[in-house]
């Protein structure tokens, strides 16, 4: 999964600027007229003369290299523009037309001469020039709109102002060049505030760049760093190919950030995809150690299991099955597939097993279905002893009934847990009984009864001397207390003798 690192983040194709502006500015033509005004000869560049300032690139070639009958360098037809009448008048106030056909054009810095047009009249020759400069009019104008626009760049802005100072620097043209200069020189200013805005977007969009790819690396980081035991692989890995997408379309189509920090933010992102590929082979490897240890184990257990299936030792087998279940649950998980299989198979020795053993429990328990009969009939006859009220009679008689309990076999599996639980009910109560009655007859209990009256009357006889003595004292106070101890004792007297009675009986 991993990719190679990031491509060259260089610039888009960027048009020329000076080329756009020809292009969405149509070029303009040679003059239409007849036949014969078509056939004149193209303008040409105008011989300097002394003290003109140096011609534009217009230049005319050698006489030497041409015929005299034709004239030299002509200028190619051009697309016609149409321009408004009162612009080309005033354009064309900036120029005049020699005998010769020369046309020269005013300038703070004097007269110069653009080109020649022989053989057409002035205002024609003149006119050419003049579309020329309306061209370039055009031109400034088109940038002018264009800068507060978003869709030129720093590069486009540069590029389209050099073009338009070259082209404005001695054009072959016929208008008010100086004031065209001007408005050119004040673009140049609003071109910079245009670029401090562009770059400062530019350093914006940087930002937020570098934010939005800084949250990919960070996400991806989360993800290599989640614990391995508690990883969902499939969504995760799903989840860093979504971010790796998300990373190649911010670099095709979102701002470009500098190097450095997309080569140190593209080293976290591929180092956090490498971790993560990494710990998921080891899971998945350790996962398949783990996977083939399961199946090795319970392939054992299913063959141990298909061994013990047609046994019909009902007791030991159905201990041995819950052993081989409590290692089946111990052992994991193999892959789903040799699972499944391998769990189909245990589940078949032990249901064989189980119905082998239901099928002949239920045999057993209609052959015991008789002394069911007899044994809840017994347990008619133990619990009519009950409550006890002669101990020796209860006694024999529950004899007799266990003894015939005992005879009477088996009952089935399902009723034995009943059955016991009633005639052990029995058996307590008659036990119960019969410690009552040893605990009364007691000769241990007796004399401790004895002795405990004998001591009673003792105190009751000194006490009544004392009261005796303290009536004959008129002591009324100590004669009350004395009569309410005498009471008390005369009262425990009765009880005691009364417990002694009852353990005789």
């Given amino acids: 999964m991993s990719e190679s690192t990031p491509g060259s983040n260089g610039p888009d194709h960027v048009e020329d600027p000076a080329e756009q502006a020809q292009a969405e500015t149509p070029p303009s033509e040679a003059p239409a007229g007849d036949d014969e005004a078509s056939a004149a000869p193209a303008p040409q560049p105008a011989p300097p003369k002394p003290g003109a300032p140096k011609p534009s690139a217009l230049r005319r070639p050698k006489p030497s290299a041409v015929p005299a009958a034709a004239p030299t360098t002509p200028v190619a037809p051009v697309a ?74 720093v590069r486009e802005i540069d590029q389209t102002l050099s073009k338009l100072a070259e082209e404005t620097a001695e054009p072959a043209a016929v208008g008010d060049l100086d004031a065209l200069r001007d408005r050119v020189a004040g673009l140049r200013d609003r071109a910079a505030e245009r670029r401090k805005q562009l770059d400062a977007e530019r350093a914006a969009a940087k930002d937020r760049a570098v934010e939005a790819r800084t949250a990919i690396v960070e996400a991806a980081e989360k993800i290599a760093g989640t614990d391995p035991a508690k990883m969902q692989w499939r969504p995760a890995g799903e989840e860093l190919r979504g971010l790796l997408d998300q990373w190649k379309d911010a670099q095709r189509h979102g701002p470009r950030i500098d190097r450095p920090t997309e080569e140190a933010l593209w080293k976290r992102f591929s180092h956090a995809r490498t971790a993560f590929d990494r710990e998921r082979r080891h899971f998945f490897a350790e996962l398949e150690q783990r996977n083939t240890a399961a199946k090795a184990t319970k392939e054992r257990l299913a063959a141990e299991a298909e061994a013990l299936q047609h046994s019909t030792d009902w007791g030991a087998t159905a201990g041995a099955y819950r052993d081989l279940m409590t290692q089946w649950k111990a052992a994991g998980r193999a892959n789903r597939k040799d699972d499944d299989a391998l769990w189909a198979r245990f589940r078949a020795a032990q249901d064989t ?153």
């Fill in 80 to 153: 016609p523009v149409v321009h408004d009448a009162a612009e080309e008048a005033a354009a064309g106030n900036f120029g005049r037309v020699d005998d010769d056909g020369t046309v020269y054009v005013r300038e703070a810095a004097g007269e110069r001469s653009v080109g020649q047009y022989p053989g057409v009249a002035a205002d024609e020759a003149l006119s050419l020039y003049v579309r020329r400069y309306l061209d370039l009019v055009a031109k400034v104008a088109l940038f002018d709109t264009r800068l507060d626009s978003a869709d030129l760049s």
């Fill in 353 to 505: 097993f189980f119905g082998a053993r239901d099928e002949a429990n239920a045999a057993i328990d209609a052959e015991y279905g008789e002394n069911l009969k007899v044994k809840e009939q017994l347990l008619v006859e133990a619990e009519a002893l009950l409550p006890v009220t002669d101990l020796a009679s209860a006694k024999a008689a529950l004899r007799d009934i266990q003894d015939r309990w005992e005879d009477a076999g088996k009952v089935p599996r399902g009723d034995i847990q009943r059955v016991e639980g009633r005639l052990r009910a029995v058996e307590s109560a008659v036990r119960e009984a019969d410690d009552a009655r040893w605990k009364r007859t007691n000769p241990e209990t007796q004399a401790r009864a004895e002795g405990a009256a004998a001591q009673l009357e003792d105190a009751i006889a000194g006490l009544e001397a004392e009261l005796a003595a303290a009536r004959e004292s008129g002591d009324r106070r100590a004669a009350e207390e004395l009569e309410t101890a005498i009471a008390a004792r005369r009262s425990w007297l009765e009880q005691v003798v009364q417990a002694a009675e009852d353990s005789r009986g």
